[in-house]
């Protein structure tokens, strides 16, 4: 499988370092609030990618990080409130309450959407004493140093490939990062925090051997992903918007505490957007996977909505194209259930479209011509039912679309239905026309909706 790698700008073979294994970490999300579709999105694209090199045969370790700490304050302001605390306030909940609430709300989103479990989801706050020890083989191989408030910051200077990831130079960073934090004791503007001394109003904090802290966001990653995936893992995802500083920071972390190359190919998704703009919180701009289900759609369609835009492109989230796609992926489970049962040997036909689907998905994950692939098959004159069922469940591993609903509901009827449309076949060879006739009535009755297909009499429920 090739995949854009956004450090190299390029396409690269994913080359795991151990073979035939993918070790894979993802920027998960962060609780105190909840997930909207374009944070669902980000990982939706991890567990693509995931299902992808199983299709062909890889194993596959992904290791998600759950922010519950780090990330929680305007780190402009020394003044800051933590939102974590502002969250708390509102609710009237503990920090590990708010922090159970919301991690419990995005598993649900994201089984909702067909996004399978990690292996691991790593927090934060469990893991503050892997972050000190990174800061300390930090400051001991020269990478940060430790001002007088019991703050350690990062000296970008020390490391040469800072700004690699997202293209930024040390000059113009000076110049275009003036947002960055400000803290008159740092040797550089663009210098970041690894470790905090905790200020008034700072409701999480630590001992350390700087004092009273909590760790900077950025940290926190370097310290999870080597934890669980070692010093060398083959794929990092995250949000474009990760790109800088979060994933930039971590590489200069994550490089100057080993001294070599940590992660391989470094994938970034795009920004979904709703009505012209960026969704996010800040802005008011946010969907949320129950408003599919309030109307009245599977929010596994999502998953084929976002199949119609590249991974890395801006996609824009409109409710007319929703629509569309629930219809669709419902029709295609429709189908499925008259094109079954699957074949047990493929065609020269479905030969060749499995093959185009399987070099679609191997690069760079280009969902829009597995999409186009699929609807080919659909209409195809060529290709029997029983193929096109095979090749859509086969191909379902990566779409995960669960297109077989229908048809397994249709081939689990009762021996009795099953019992019932054997008669009828034996009825209708015998031209026993009243018999076909009564049998027919008798299961719609049962509230089947009942087919004359090339095979004899399907059922399936009625809508
Ligand atoms: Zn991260």
Redesign the pocket.
């Known amino acids: 499988m090739r995949l854009y790698n956004s450090l190299t700008r390029a396409l690269e073979e994913v080359v795991p370092v151990e073979t035939g294994h993918v070790r894979m970490y993802t ?1 998960g999300p962060t609780v105190y609030r909840h997930a909207h579709l374009g944070n669902l999105r980000t990982f939706m694209l991890a567990d693509l990618i995931r299902r992808a090199l199983e299709f062909e045969g890889l194993r596959v370790t992904q290791v998600m ?1 759950i922010t519950d700490v780090g990330h929680m304050t305007d780190e402009s302001s020394p003044e800051a409130i933590d939102k974590m605390l502002l969250a708390m306030e509102d609710e009237g909940l503990s920090p590990t309450e708010i922090a159970q609430k919301y991690t419990e709300a995005v598993f649900d989103d994201a089984a909702a959407l067909g996004i399978r479990p990690a292996d691991r989801y790593p927090k934060a706050t469990e893991h503050v004493g892997e972050m000190i020890e990174l800061t300390e083989a930090l400051v001991e191989r020269g990478h940060a140093y430790v001002v007088d408030s019991g703050s350690v910051y990062y000296d970008v200077t020390s490391f040469p490939g800072y700004g690699a990831l997202s293209g930024n130079t040390l000059d113009n960073l000076r110049e275009g990062h003036r947002d960055l934090e400000t803290d008159s004791r740092k040797r550089n503007p663009a210098d970041f925090a690894l470790w905090k001394a905790a200020g008034p109003g700072r409701l999480m904090k630590w001992d350390s051997p700087w004092g009273e802290g909590f760790p900077g966001w950025h940290v926190e ?1 370097s310290a999870m992903s080597m934890k669980y995936l070692g010093e060398r893992i083959d794929i990092h995802t ?1 949000g474009t918007d ?1 790109r800088f500083p ?1 994933h930039e920071d ?1 590489i200069a972390q994550s490089e100057g505490a080993v001294g070599h190359k940590v992660v391989n190919v470094w994938v970034h998704a795009g920004h979904l957007r709703l009505a012209g703009q960026k969704i996010a919180k800040s802005t008011g701009n946010v969907v949320r996977v129950h408003e599919l289900e309030e109307r009245g759609m599977d929010p596994l369609a999502f998953r084929w909505l976002t199949f119609q835009t590249r991974y890395r492109s801006e996609m824009d989230f409109a409710w007319d194209s929703m629509e569309d796609a629930d219809r669709r992926v419902k029709q295609l489970r429709r189908h499925m259930a008259e094109w079954a049962p699957a074949a047990e040997v493929l065609g020269p036909a479905a030969r060749d479209l499995d093959a185009r689907f399987r070099g679609a998905v191997a690069s760079d994950l280009d969902l829009p011509t597995a999409v186009v692939i699929v609807n080919e098959l659909d209409h195809s004159a060529v290709v029997t039912p029983g193929e096109k069922y095979a090749l859509l469940a086969a191909w379902d591993q990566v779409l995960g679309l669960d297109l077989e609903r229908e048809a397994h509901s249709v081939w689990a009827i009762s021996p009795d239905m099953q019992a019932l449309t054997t008669e009828r076949d034996a009825a209708r060879a015998a031209k026993d026309y009243a018999t076909s006739d009564r049998i027919r009535d008798e299961l719609a009755a049962m509230g089947l909706e009942v087919m004359d297909t090339a095979e004899g009499t399907k059922v399936r429920p009625r809508d």
């Open positions: 920027c990080n990653c995250g990760l979060h971590e």
